[in-house]
């Protein structure tokens, strides 16, 4: 098959992460698979590519800078898609959420038989309705909704993530959910790697070392975590924290003056996006996924198939992945999640770390994951012929 996969920007985080894998993963089963963004969105994410030879290219070199420029954009877009599909002999396009990517592909694939236009949900983003967002986001996804009856399929993450789309209104033809899928061969436990980050963090065994893992945004949802932390503080004299996440330390400087004030900044260790996560999970006594909207949570999984154990808050497929094996919060309550590390921490003893890596083979394996998108693509062609 000949597949175009559309996402907003090339990027380090999850969801263009799990694209990117999803790209390789289909390439080495003999499918021809590029990947097309409109953007990029920081530099560095190229190391998220494992196969040199898999085609990822933006459209423009940076955001729009207005309405004005944001229309000259989409329906320059618009035309490129429509170039790519013809030259590339498109016969699916997959786009990765269904707003902005997805309002683009429906033109881009206007009056053509192929490619077959495919609707994706990925992140926390659009499973909830944030206050601010850019006038043209609004917009897609206003239109989307309206000609979303003509998407052939939309393929989800999560029951969840389907759940709430379809009460926001999207009436695809066809609904399907397809759990992301964890490299089992990259995912797991290193405890060299973990030792040597732990000394190199100033963290002695002694230490109970709870990991926060994302893009500081306020869908993750930071803030909540830091005050849980400050909760723990004052509680258990050797919790330690840290923080992995965004591409630049300006991206954290609010942050670090939020735990500054709380009076646990000499408690915090602060890291921008590694390029290896491994050693993270294999440091860490535990992760905390503090998000009020998510998809399917890669981190939760991928800490799980090394061997850590994870409190995380009850969004999208969250409490799914870690079942009886974690600790399952409200969103938006650092006290909530404070109380649920501390629990965590009683269960550290008797942790069983190959428990949890069987809990992640079992339902979320890789090899799984393409055979499912293998078959739905499939399908789809078949119901074009």
Same mark, same amino acid.
């Given at each position: 098959m000949k597949i175009v996969i559309l996402v907003h920007v090339l990027s380090v985080g999850g969801a263009e992460r799990q694209f990117i894998q999803l790209a390789e993963g289909l390439k080495l089963r003999g499918h021809d698979v590029r990947i097309v963004a409109l953007h990029v969105s920081n530099p560095g994410w190229q190391w998220m590519l494992q196969a040199n030879d898999t085609l990822a290219t933006a459209l423009f070199d940076q955001n729009p800078g207005g309405p004005i420029d944001s229309t000259r954009q989409f329906i320059s877009a618009i035309r490129q898609l429509r170039q790519i599909f013809s030259e590339h002999h498109t016969q699916i396009a997959h786009g990765a959420n269904t707003g902005l990517m997805a309002t683009l592909l429906w033109f881009a694939t206007r009056g053509r038989s192929l490619p077959a236009m495919v609707w994706g949900?990925? %992140?926390?983003? %659009? *499973? @909830?309705?944030?206050?601010?967002r850019a006038a043209h986001h609004l917009l897609a996804a206003r239109f989307a909704r309206a000609v979303s009856h003509h998407a052939p399929l939309l393929v989800a993450n999560s029951e969840a993530g389907s759940r709430a789309l379809q009460r926001d209104g999207l009436r695809c033809q066809r609904f399907e959910v397809v759990p992301n899928g964890i490299d *089992? @061969?990259?995912?797991?436990?290193?405890?060299?790697? %973990?030792?040597q980050l732990r000394q190199h963090w100033g963290f002695d065994r002694k230490h109970c070392v709870i990991g926060w893992i994302g893009r500081p945004t306020p869908v993750k949802d930071l803030e909540s975590f830091l005050k849980a932390a400050a909760v723990i503080s004052r509680r258990v004299a050797d919790a330690r924290f840290v923080v992995v996440g965004g591409h630049n330390a300006g991206k954290q400087q609010r942050y670090k003056l939020t735990a500054r004030k709380l009076g646990i900044e000499k408690q915090m260790v602060w890291e921008i996006a590694r390029e290896q996560l491994v050693p993270v999970y294999s440091c860490i006594d535990m992760l905390c996924l503090s998000s009020i909207a998510e998809g399917f949570p890669n981190v939760v999984a991928e800490s799980m198939a090394c061997g850590t154990p994870c409190v995380v808050t009850d969004v999208g497929a969250a409490a799914e992945i870690v079942g009886k094996s974690g600790v399952i919060v409200p969103p938006g309550s650092p006290e909530s999640l404070a109380e649920g590390i501390l629990k965590m921490m009683e269960r550290l003893d008797g942790l069983d770390r190959t428990a949890l890596r069987d809990s992640i083979k079992s339902r979320f394996n890789f090899d799984r994951h393409l055979s499912a998108m293998e078959c739905i693509y499939s399908d789809l062609l078949d119901g074009k012929s």
């Open positions: 949900q990925r %992140g926390g983003y %659009g *499973l @909830t309705r944030p206050r601010k *089992l @061969t990259r995912f797991k436990r290193d405890d060299r790697a %973990g030792d």
